[in-house]
């Protein structure tokens, strides 16, 4: 196995009770991390991740200073800040723009957008004492926003401005920050009552399973299946990594090929 030389280090991940957080957590830990694991609820998953759950909303305006003062007391510093925490739009995805309404979209950039500005805010001087890193999570919508409600896609293009942005000024100063772009990832935003599936499934009056099979296709996804968390997970891991020290800036895509041009 590849020794990421990720042991002893330290991360905090937002979104971590279920899903993509979830699975990045335990992968950092098994990488030999100690793990902050931000989250508005304690789930049996993440009871028994080894990651020390630390319970705040990040779309409060005091959440991220919260995370970062409690990351500090139980894991003594942070070096890697993994900004997983995101979604929504389930509403529109069945309906469209034009029953869109504002509330919708300001909660979707709250979520999306700007709990990851004011957690990368809180978090920066630590990351910059400690010569750290930040992985943030866009999503291939914000390349290809047919894929997506529209509110949801606009919020990742934002995402993906941010993080390139960040990564000019304090990479100078440092600070790695790279950012992932998934196609569709087999997660609770899909199969949970309510979430993506059930939503595509009421509007087309096709089962649940049915949408999850046909999605990949519909979405371009070349290799016609969802990603795995765990794959994503690995991805942040070396992203995390100091053998990824000369990456910088970047956006990988983990899609299965659904973003088509170079
Ligand atoms: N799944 C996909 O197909 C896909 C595709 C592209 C991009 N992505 C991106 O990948 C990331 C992870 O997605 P996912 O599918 O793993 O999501 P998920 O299964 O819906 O999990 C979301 C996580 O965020 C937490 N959370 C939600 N609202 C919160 C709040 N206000 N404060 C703190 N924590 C909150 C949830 O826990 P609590 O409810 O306990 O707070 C949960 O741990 C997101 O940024 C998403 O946009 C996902």
Same mark, same amino acid.
Not at 47 to 53: D, I, L, N, R, W
Not at 72 to 86: A, I, M, P, S, W
């Given at each position: ?6 042991? $002893? ?16 957590a335990t992968e950092l830990i098994a990488s030999g991390m100690r793990v902050g694991a931000g989250a508005r609820t304690l789930t049996d998953g993440l009871k028994t991740? $080894? ?5 705040? &909303?990040?779309?409060?305006? &005091? ?5 970062? &003062? ?11 800040? #993994? ?18 309404? &504002? ?27 400690? *010569? ?40 100078? *100063? ?10 569709? #990832? ?30 990949? *296709?519909?979405? $371009? #996804? ?18 995390s990594s100091p053998l990824a020290g000369a990456v910088h800036g970047a956006d990988y895509a983990i899609d299965g090929g659904a973003i088509k041009t170079v």
């Amino acid at each position: 196995m590849m020794d990421l030389e990720l042991a $002893g280090k330290t991360a905090v991940v937002t979104g971590a009770s279920r899903g993509i957080g979830l699975a990045i957590a335990t992968e950092l830990i098994a990488s030999g991390m100690r793990v902050g694991a931000g989250a508005r609820t304690l789930t049996d998953g993440l009871k028994t991740s $080894g990651a020390v759950p630390i319970i705040t &909303d990040l779309t409060a305006p &005091d959440g991220p200073a919260l995370l970062l &003062d409690q990351a500090r007391d139980e894991l003594g510093g942070v070096d890697v800040l #993994v900004n997983n925490l995101g979604g929504g739009g389930e509403t529109e995805m069945a309906t469209g723009f034009l029953d869109s309404t &504002d509330r919708e979209w300001s909660e979707i950039f709250d979520l999306n957008f700007f709990s990851m500005v004011r957690t990368t805010r809180a978090f920066l001087p630590e990351l910059i004492q400690r *010569r750290g890193s930040i992985v943030n999570f866009s999503s291939m919508t914000a390349r290809i926003p047919h894929t997506s409600p529209l509110a949801y896609a606009a919020a990742k293009g934002a995402v993906s401005t941010f993080s390139k942005g960040i990564a000019e000024e304090f990479g100078p *100063r440092g600070v790695r920050v790279n950012t992932i772009s998934p196609g569709p #990832v087999l997660t609770e935003q899909w199969t949970a009552p309510g979430g993506y599936g059930a939503q595509y499934a009421a509007a087309r009056n096709v089962t649940v399973e049915q949408v999850l099979t046909d999605i990949p *296709r519909e979405m $371009g #996804v070349t290799t016609g299946a969802f990603a795995d968390p765990r794959q994503v997970a690995a991805l942040v891991a070396f992203l995390s990594s100091p053998l990824a020290g000369a990456v910088h800036g970047a956006d990988y895509a983990i899609d299965g090929g659904a973003i088509k041009t170079v």
